[in-house]
């Protein structure tokens, strides 16, 4: 299973960009897809998910309401619509797959880097003030 993610770049305060995950080598259909980011001196932290069952989205309170994740399943890729950028969001982004079948109470879970099996290579986001 490769993970190829793109979309990075440099924004100004306010403005948007769309990250891509392309999935390769299984489908991304049936498992949970997160975006993780890590800022320089920072651990990785969470950002948000798409469950594997239902497809419902889950997001960090830093970015909710301003970030969205979405599925394409004929291109296997997940997508991470950001808007209202600000300088804090800037860091290394990262998209990842969890082999784990979890719901109800467990899909907290997904919220931990640990969870996940599978790793992009990152793709920076820089946001200038």
């Known amino acids: 299973v490769q993970l190829q993610a793109s979309g990075g770049g440099l924004v100004q305060t306010g403005g948007s960009l769309r990250l891509s995950c392309a999935v390769s080598?299984?489908?991304?259909?049936?498992?949970?897809m997160g975006w993780f980011r890590q800022a320089p001196g920072k651990e990785r932290e969470f950002v948000g998910f798409s469950h594997w069952r239902n497809k419902n989205t889950y997001y960090a309170d830093s970015v909710k309401g301003r970030f969205t994740i979405s599925r394409d399943n004929a291109k296997n890729t997940v997508y991470l619509q950001m808007n209202g950028l600000k300088p804090e969001d800037t860091a290394v982004y990262y998209c990842?797959?969890?082999?784990?079948?979890?719901?109800?109470?467990?899909?907290?879970?997904?919220?931990?880097?640990?969870?996940?099996?599978?790793w992009g290579q990152g793709t920076l986001v820089t946001v200038s003030s």
């Open positions: 080598g299984r489908t991304l259909n049936s498992y949970t």
């Open positions: 990842a797959q969890s082999s784990s079948h979890l719901i109800t109470s467990a899909t907290y879970r997904y919220r931990r880097p640990e969870e996940y099996d599978y």
